[in-house]
């Protein structure tokens, strides 16, 4: 196995570990969560298999859905942003392209091509993930609260860490 297969093996374990053992307690005013275990599956490199990002979306989701007792929702969220993900980097690609096993991370795009990949996809997943909890549109408008909160928490941990924890970029 190469070093960056086990990478990506530590990297999963962390991240869940993050999600289930700390990150599940932090929530703002019951209403902002931070699902930080979204990082894992948005960091992945450009080129993998969408089969694979679905698998890995699929694994990642339903473990989390074990520890927070969620019957499938993480699953169904994380799957459907990792069948939107390379659509949706398709649609940001920068204007030379991304470079042979580019990772989409804050250090190499920039501040202003991150945000734009980040935020729709996590606020998608979310929107989700809080409307399946609600069980339709009932609470329209407390549900959309709720995702943009999250949203917005979770997208400013994940940029903290990028900031603290990223790899430099190389000149």
């Known amino acids: 196995m190469s070093r960056l297969g086990i990478r990506h093996i530590l990297s999963f374990f962390l991240y869940l570990a993050l999600q289930v053992i ?4 932090v929530v703002l005013f019951h209403t902002a969560f931070c699902f930080i275990y979204v990082a894992y599956l948005l960091l992945l490199p450009v080129e993998t298999n969408p089969l694979v990002l679905m ?6 989701g339903f473990t989390i859905d074990i520890f927070y007792d969620s019957l499938g929702m993480h699953a169904m969220a994380s799957v459907l942003i990792m069948y939107l993900r390379n659509h949706w980097l398709k649609l940001i690609t920068p204007q030379g392209g991304y470079d042979t096993n580019a990772v989409p991370v804050l250090s ?7 945000l734009i990949y ?15 909890e609600a069980g339709g549109f009932q609470l329209f408008w407390f549900t959309l609260w709720k995702a943009l909160a999250s949203t917005l928490l ?14 430099k970029r190389r000149v």
């Open 154 to 167: 979770t997208t400013l941990i994940i940029v903290i860490f990028q900031f603290m924890f990223g790899e």
């Open 118 to 132: 980040l935020v729709p996809l996590v606020f998608l997943h979310h929107t989700v993930l809080f409307f399946i």
């Open 22 to 25: 700390i990150m599940k307690h």
């Open 55 to 60: 698998g890995l979306g699929f694994i990642l």
């Open 108 to 114: 190499m795009n920039g501040v202003q091509w991150f």
